[in-house]
């Protein structure tokens, strides 16, 4: 097992410092030079692509609220990749923010929007859908560029046949099955790695017994979180401290079964920890099965759903090696079962400062990848980093013109000055309904605040909140959907 510590302490002001940016360790893992032209593709919430056919919790159908929302994330992937790179879009992006950007030094890759856009839909099935654009991604793919998606499901791998474009992640199927929570945690049982005491439960028998075990615990009183195995972002996860809700839940499961024949089932059910902290860690197993660490974040979350990151980790150095180290472990893992790639793992500190290392693994990109690059640039040595996210309430669009003149003097002039880098307009504006008047609509704008200290940065966050609330139309919400 070869495995090489990027980062090797939390006094580490980036994440990401190393002996070359990230998106070159990247390439070079994965496509083989540091140079490597990627097509880059955000298709996030691919985890909805890999349950199909799985049998989870028993939920009311339909698309999500804020599909057309997640879906416009897409547009984070234009600060992952680089100026030789290329990246393929649901929607054109806002030419000020570009510009912006642009001024700030930022080399951008080639954009290539989908002629087919269904808010509803991925940027994968907006692409299978434009013949222009899949002419165009197959001259890229005959000079050799080559494609690294959000994570790779059926609908990815038609869009490399449809186009030529070799993908540099493994297939769909494999990706998948590493993806899974019930993977997971078969994967810690077999390595001797601690996590929280659970029940990986793959056929409705396993989940009788699981919920009998943890409503005793619930009974004592324990939470318990019973999560579908490709439960994303706070969706497919129930957290339950009353025993009768896992009966009602066990009735619910087995006469679903006996309707349907199938006594299948794809959940996790888990003891909720103690936390001080919750973090997430990253690490790239490249295509020759040797592991790099790459970082570790603390992950700011609201009820199981991911709001940011704060940068460094404020995690002692024995505890940062701890993790490394396990990265190496898991991703040696991931390689004998077919894998390469990204992957980001969730854990936790306890409230005793004691790591739980392991929580779940994504083996996909996440969203701490995507501001990896922003840290390099904007975040000087010795300086602290929030990834955050603000929810707003919009009832017209609100164009990048709009958001400089807004925050002004909170946006950086130039690497090394603190203030909020944005990272993309097409979140803000995703859920516009159209021409209704009085109409309002969810948005939500992404960016990495940098500032040379704490207080400096909680001053700068709560300058951003204020000034967004400022303006009429664009009410921040209590919370966020995802």
Request: net charge negative.
């Amino acid at each position: 097992m070869t495995v090489e510590q990027v980062t090797g302490t939390a006094s580490h002001a980036s994440a990401a410092v190393g002996r070359e940016p990230f998106l070159a360790r990247a390439k070079r893992a994965l496509a083989g030079a540091p140079d490597a032209p990627l097509v880059l593709l955000g298709n996030f919430e691919v985890e909805d692509a890999w349950a199909v056919g799985e049998v989870g919790l028993p939920t009311v159908g339909g698309a999500s609220a804020t599909a057309a929302l997640v879906h416009r994330m897409d547009e984070l992937a234009l600060l992952l990749a680089g100026p030789r790179d290329h990246v393929v879009l649901k929607a054109e992006p806002d030419p000020d923010h570009l510009a912006h950007l642009d001024a700030l030094g930022v080399g951008l890759p080639t954009v290539h929007v989908a002629g087919s856009s269904d808010p509803l839909r991925t940027v994968t099935l907006d692409a299978l859908d434009s013949p222009a654009l899949l002419a165009r991604l197959g001259e890229l793919a005959a000079g050799g560029v080559r494609l690294l998606a959000h994570g790779t499901s059926s609908a990815e791998e038609d869009l490399a046949t449809a186009t030529g474009l070799r993908s540099v992640l493994p297939d769909a199927a494999t990706t998948k099955t590493v993806n899974s929570k019930v993977y997971s945690r078969g994967l810690c049982d077999e390595l001797g790695v601690e996590q929280a005491r659970g029940w990986a439960c793959r056929t409705v028998e396993d989940f009788e017994r699981a919920c009998a075990e943890a409503a005793r615990l619930v009974a004592d009183g324990a939470t318990v979180g019973v999560k579908d195995a490709y439960g994303v972002s706070g969706k497919g996860i129930l957290v339950v401290d009353d025993p009768r809700r896992l009966d009602q839940l066990v009735r619910m499961v087995a006469r679903r079964a006996a309707r349907s024949g199938d006594d299948r089932l794809a959940v996790v059910v888990e003891v909720w920890a103690d936390k001080a902290a919750d973090l997430n860690y990253h690490f790239t197993v490249a295509r020759d099965g040797s592991v790099t660490f790459d970082f570790v974040k603390e992950a700011i979350t609201e009820g199981g759903v991911h709001q940011g990151h704060r940068i460094p980790s404020r995690l002692p150095a024995d505890q940062v090696d701890t993790l490394a180290e396990l990265s190496g472990r898991l991703g040696t893992r991931l390689a004998a079962d077919g894998f390469h790639g990204l992957v980001g793992v969730d854990a936790l500190v306890r409230t005793d400062g004691r790591l739980l290392p392991v929580l779940e693994i994504n083996a996909r990109s996440n969203m701490s990848t995507y501001t990896v690059p922003l840290q390099e640039r904007f975040q000087p040595d010795g300086w602290v980093a929030l990834a955050r996210q603000y929810p707003l309430v919009l009832d017209a669009p609100l164009p990048f013109a709009a958001l400089h003149d807004l925050l002004g003097d909170l946006l950086p002039g130039a690497p090394g000055e603190a203030g909020l880098v944005v990272q993309g307009t097409g979140t803000v504006n995703a859920g516009a309904p159209g021409p209704t008047p009085g109409a309002t609509f969810a948005g939500r704008l992404h960016g990495l605040l940098v500032a040379p200290d704490d207080e400096t940065l909680t001053r700068l966050d709560r300058a951003v909140t204020e000034r967004l609330a400022s303006r009429p139309s664009a009410r921040p919400t209590e919370g966020d959907a995802r």
